[in-house]
Structures are given as C-alpha cells and as structure tokens.
C-alpha cells in the first residue's frame, strides 16, 4: 500500500519540485525575489514558466488555466492550451514567461459593482509567485492551476485574493516595526498564519435532485422537522458511517496529493452534518487552499452518489455550518507571537500583541461581523447554536487575571498556573489541566496560541475575515510604534532605552484594556442576559448582511484601508454595491423558488389529499349515513385552511417580488428584501410544513428531512 509520505504534494510543482527542475542561480534568485517582495527578472520567469510546463506535460496536462477568485465568492478559470503552431503543420508545446504572469480573462462578466461595463471588458489575472501551481483532474485529464490575483484595465482590484495580499504586507510592516522598537534586530517578515475549519452536510445525491431548493439555493426553503434532530447528541464526533468514511477518506487523498494538510475530520452536531480541519498556513495559501477543500467536497461527493451542502443553514432547525478562521502571527524565523509562554505576566512582546488585537475588535466589530456577512449567514447567526451577532472577545482566566494586575497595579506579578486532573482511576494518567476552559459561544475566542473567529459561514472564502482582521491589527501595532518610538527618542542610552520601552508597553497595555474591556466577555454568548449587558457596554448588534454593508464605508473605515494601501476608496465603494447586489440576487432567487415550488408542486400535491379526504368522507357517509366522520372532518378543515393560507401567502410573496424589482438597486431595494420579503418567505413555509406532516409520505412531492439526513448518516 502507497504511503501518504510517498504522493504528499505529488500534484503541487512546489519548492521541492522547482529546486530539482530550475538551474540553482535561477532557484536562488526565484526564492530571493518571493521572500524579499522584490520585482520578477523575465528572464528567471521564463525559467520557471518552461520548468512548469515540462513538470505538467510529464503528468499529462494538456492546458493551464490562470485560477482567480472573483467578487462572486467562488473561484474562476478560463483554461488554454500548450500548444502552439510549428512548421509543415505540426505542433508545439509551449509555455511562455509572459503567459505565466498575465492572463487576459473577461471582467464585464464578474462583479465589479461599476468598475467594469460591458463595453470594457478587459481584466488581467497576474500570477501570485507566493502560492504554488498545482495540477487538478476534473474528469477530463489532469490541467495546471496558476493561482492567479485578478485586476481590471484601470488597475483596481476585482478579486478577493488582491487585498489580502496586501493586508499581510501591511501588518507584516508593522508588526515588524513593533518587534524592532523592542529589541528584535532579526525579524524581516510577519506572517499570519491561518487553519479554516470547514463544516459541511451530506446527503444522497438523488434527494438533492428532488428538492429544486437545494438545487436553485443551497438550501431547504421548506421542510418540517422529522421526530429526532439533534436533541440526544449523538451525532456530535460519533462513529463515521461507512458510507461517509469511504468518502472522506478519498477527499484526503485527493487533497494530500495538493499539498493541502487535512488533519481532522469528525461528525458535527446535526445528522448528516461533519467537519474537516486543516493545519495552518501562510494567509493567501489557506486561502487558496480552503477553496480547494471545498471544491474537492463538492467533486468527491459526486464520485460517491452524494452531494456535500456548504450553505450555512440548509435545514431549519438544526445546526447550521460555519467555517472558524484560526488566526495568529508568526515571525519569518517561526516564532508565534500569540504564544504566552510559560510565564504570561513577563512575555511584554505577548501582552502587546495581544492588546492590539483586543483593542481591534472593538474599534472595529460591525467590520469583522460585514466579513462574516452573506444572506445565508443571516439564518445561523444568533440562532443559539453558533456565535451571536454581538461580537465579543473570550480570553480566559489566565489572561483576564494578568490584565487586571496590570490595570489595578501597572505590571503583572503572577500567572494562574496549570494543574493536575486526576480522574480517579489508577488505570488513567494525570492529565495537564490547561489554565483556563473553553468558550464555544465566543464569536472570538484566545485558544491558547491563536484567536478563533468563529462567525464566518461555510460557503465563504476566508480572503475577506482575513483581510479585514490583518488590517483593523495593523492599526492598532502602527498606533502603538508609534508611542514606542516616541517614547524611545526621548531615552540617553541603550539601558534607559529598554527601561522606558517596558514602561511604555505597561502603559500602552493598561489604558487599552481599561479602553476596551467592554469587548471581554467569557460568560454564555448564548444568553439573552448578555444581549442586554452588551447593549448596555455598548457594543453593536449587527443582525443582518445588509445593517452590516454600510459599515464598510464608513470615513474611518475608508481612511484606515486607504492609509495601509489595502484598498482605495473607489474600491470599497463598488464591494458596497456588489454586497448589496448579490444579497438582493439570492433573496430574490430564494423567493421565486418558493413561488415556483409552491405553485408547481406543493398546491397541487395539497389539493389531491384534500380531494381525496373528502371523496373518502362523502364514500362512508354514502356506505354508512349513520357513521361519525368527525375525525377526518377536522383534518379536512384543517388542511383547506391550510391550503388557503398557502395561496393567500404565495400571492403575496409573488406581489412583493414583483415590486421588489421596481424598486432603486442598491440599499433600498436591499431593505425592502430583507424587511418585506423575507418575512413573507417565513410565513409562507410555515402552512406548508404544516401540511407535510398531515399529508401521507406517498403523496408529498419532496423528500423530507428525514428522508434527507437519515438515508445516509444511518
């Protein structure tokens, strides 16, 4: 049996693949040029262009595609061919320096929010140097993958994957100037290292099929709850059926031959729901990663006549799917500056970095919900089995403990220290206590050398969270060099230099954490008791994608992204239009689903029961006048009133979408959706889950939800 030693990364032309294929000057010269940020020699890509080809021809790829990720959320490609005329009308396979770097997709055709008309059409992807080509087979034979930034003609930015960059740049270059303030002469880099947790369900591809919802949304716009959910907790790291184990264990495969290091894999809370985690990495190759992850779910769940729903709430009522982003930074010589160390209360360099973060979050809370913010996550936000709207910060005992000392005394003296848990049983060894507990309820939660953001929904890519928590920390560490090298220009020497340098990271993380303690909270995140103690410290309540857009172009908000060159102001502007755009194209496809669902299917599935209800009422009365039929005349009532505020509701939801699209695109038509559609696409589902319990299982036009997450996870 083939070791996964031996196939790890056999897909990815990576470092080991270049150094063995490139002529070591060129080799050199490549890794100098990525690490230091410096511009490309043409002549070293068209070494490595040639390399690249010979590596992806050797594996049988006939075509390369730059691969990109458009504002849509999902990743692009538009693939070519190696081949190139040669003489007597033959042909050659080539691959050019000029083709590595610069593509020339369409950008009318994403969205831009009026970056780009029809009538200007032309974009270019331009190859990010820092995340590794790698082969994919989709069926058709293996193609090479060049992960790819993407831009229009006028230079702004139309991808996800642009501003991320430019956001590690950003709090790489003030971490960095921090880290120097404080004594460390080595550092050249930060980065932020990222591990996505990614949730997902799996049901039988031909219930998918059934359900135009599932089809059309992602998810189940109608469906009444079956008698057991997720109330005995049985499902929660639960034995892996059989059927999902030969699945996972063919998505590992496929994505350990990319390089990606899938690590855990378990079931979720809800039946039919499971996770699969991954090991960190640098930010934009998580990234690229992470759409890998999901992409690979997608194609695997097919080879095994299943279909992997990455929606956030695709069944009502149960446990919806979100994606935790585990962020912490790391220096270019690998130390984890989120790391307290043995003795918290001493490790200065820790508290500060940690105190930039919390002092972060508060400024800017509306901005890590906004990146949290797609329709879909609107259902699970809040809903008491994933973080609330209200963000907060969970640090710990150990960590609270250390910052009061600071804020009573100026410095810490002491750390909580971990102890021993003794289990009882003799058999069993002593186990390490950590020195504070879990919060699963934090939306941003200190885990120990990272924080988790735990808001991001699972269809997301993680570019956009990442962006914006790389640039609100880069702030708060630009504000900060900038009081430590205030206070360092006023010492004599190296010694009252250093002395000064402590004095003023006490102070910098004491007035912080009396600034922002209202952020701390390590209590229930759940509980209406703190909804009301968070309205009193303060914080915001930001309950929907569309309350949350505008924050997005705020004046401080604008000038913090303009001041670390993460984007421009045209540039936060058309995200503004394109969020508003796309919330209002899924609301609108999710209500005329309902309409159409409705309308073909469900009413007339109604109408036979109740027909045949009453043709079997007025039969016994005919057979036997005598006869009580009260029972079955109940139901009958029943389900006719049903059925008329069925139609009495569709008319409606059909009427407001009718007038939703005359109304002014943009944030009026945004509002009208989320204040008038959506209430009425509630009301219409609730007559019709009625009725799926009254009308017989041989005569309901979909698979239920039992039929859905049991088939499977069974």
């Known amino acids: 049996m083939e070791k996964v030693t031996d196939y790890f990364g056999c897909n990815v032309f ?117 995340s ?112 999902i184990q030969k699945f996972m264990k063919e998505v590992n495969e496929e994505l350990w031959k990319l390089g990606v290091y899938a690590k855990t894999q378990h079931n979720e809370v809800a039946p039919g729901q499971h996770e699969i985690a991954v090991i960190f990495e640098t930010a934009n190759i998580a990234t690229d990663h992470n759409q890998l992850v999901m992409d690979i779910l997608k194609r695997v769940a097919e080879h095994h006549d299943l279909e992997c729903l990455l929606a956030e709430k695709p069944f009502a009522g149960l446990s919806g799917s979100g994606k935790h982003d ?77 910052l009061e000392q600071i804020s009573e005394k100026g410095a810490a003296t002491s750390s909580l220290e971990a102890s021993w848990l003794k289990v009882g049983a003799a058999a069993l060894p002593a186990l390490k206590r950590d020195t504070t507990d879990r919060n699963r309820t934090s939306p941003f939660a200190f885990t120990g050398n990272k924080f988790e953001f ?42 009252e230099r250093a002395a000064i340098i402590e004095k003023t990271v006490l102070n910098i993380v004491k007035k912080n954490y009396e600034d922002h303690k209202r952020i701390i909270f390590d209590g229930n995140a759940y509980s209406e008791e703190w909804k009301a103690e968070a309205a009193k410290r303060g914080l915001p309540n930001v309950k929907t994608m569309v309350d949350a857009i505008p924050y997005r172009v705020e004046k401080d908000t604008v000038e913090m992204f303009k001041k670390f060159g993460v984007y421009t102001e045209v540039e936060l502007n058309s995200r503004v239009t394109i969020d508003y755009d796309n919330y209002c194209k899924a609301i609108g496809i999710e209500a005329k689903t309902m309409i159409e669902m409705v309308e073909k299917l469900y009413v007339p599935a109604i ?12 039969a016994i009365r005919l057979a036997v006048p005598e006869a009580r039929v009260t029972v079955q005349t109940k139901m009958l009532t029943e389900m006719s009133d049903l059925l008329a505020e069925t139609y009495r509701r569709f008319e409606s939801l059909r009427d407001l979408q009718a007038q939703a699209l005359t109304i002014e695109k943009g944030p009026k038509r945004a509002n009208f959706y989320k204040d008038s559609v959506c ?36």
Request: aromatic share 8%; glycine share 8%.
């Open 326 to 402: 585990n962020w912490s930074l790391v220096t270019d010589y690998g130390k984890n500056l989120l790391n307290p160390g043995k003795r918290p209360h001493e490790n200065l360099q820790f508290l500060l970095f940690l105190s930039a973060v919390i002092r972060a979050v508060d400024l800017h809370s509306p901005l890590l919900r906004l990146s949290a913010a797609v329709p879909g996550n609107d259902h699970r936000l809040g809903a008491n089995e994933a973080p609330p709207a209200i963000i907060s910060v969970f640090l710990g005992e150990q960590l609270n403990d250390i």
């Open 607 to 618: 109408i036979k029961a109740t027909k045949r209800l009453a043709d079997d009422i007025n």
């Open 14 to 130: 990576g470092d080991s693949a270049m150094k063995e294929r490139l002529p070591k000057k060129t080799y050199d010269a490549f890794k100098k040029m990525v690490d230091n940020g410096e511009e490309l020699d043409p002549q070293v890509a068209e070494a490595v262009a040639n390399a690249m080809k010979d590596w992806a021809i050797e594996h049988g790829a006939t075509h390369y595609t730059h691969w990109f990720q458009p504002m849509t959320g999902y990743t692009a490609e538009k693939q070519d061919s190696f081949i190139t005329p040669a003489p007597e009308g033959k042909a050659l396979m080539d691959f050019s320096g000029k083709e590595l770097i610069k593509g020339e997709p369409d950008a009318s055709s994403f969205p831009s929010g009026g970056l780009r008309n029809t009538f200007e059409a032309r974009g270019y992807t331009t190859w990010d140097t820092t």
């Open 679 to 714: 209430p009425e696409m509630e009301a219409l589902r609730k007559p019709i889950d009625r009725l799926e319990i009254m009308v017989g299982k041989e005569s309901w036009p979909v698979p239920s939800y039992a039929d859905m997450l049991y088939e499977v996870s069974y």
């Open 454 to 495: 735990r808001m991001l929904g699972s269809s997301s890519s993680i570019a956009g969270a990442n962006t914006i928590l790389n640039t609100i920390v880069a702030e708060s560490l630009s504000d900060f060099a900038d009081e430590l090298e205030q206070a360092s220009s006023e010492a004599a020497n190296g010694i």
């Open 132 to 243: 590794p080509a790698f082969l994919k087979d989709d069926g058709a034979g293996p193609i090479l993958y060049i992960p790819t930034a993407f831009c229009s003609y006028t230079g702004e930015v139309l991808d996800k994957k642009t501003p991320l960059l430019r956001s590690m740049e950003a709090i790489s270059n003030q971490a960095v100037r921090v880290l120097r303030l404080l004594g460390d002469k080595t550092v050249k880099k930060v980065d932020c290292s990222i591990g996505p947790e990614q949730e997902y369900f799996i049901i039988s591809k031909d219930n998918y099929a059934k359900r135009e919802d599932l089809v059309f949304t992602g998810r189940t716009l109608f469906g009444a709850m079956p008698p057991k959910g997720e109330e005995m907790d049985d499902h929660y790291l639960g034995t892996i059926p059989e059927r």
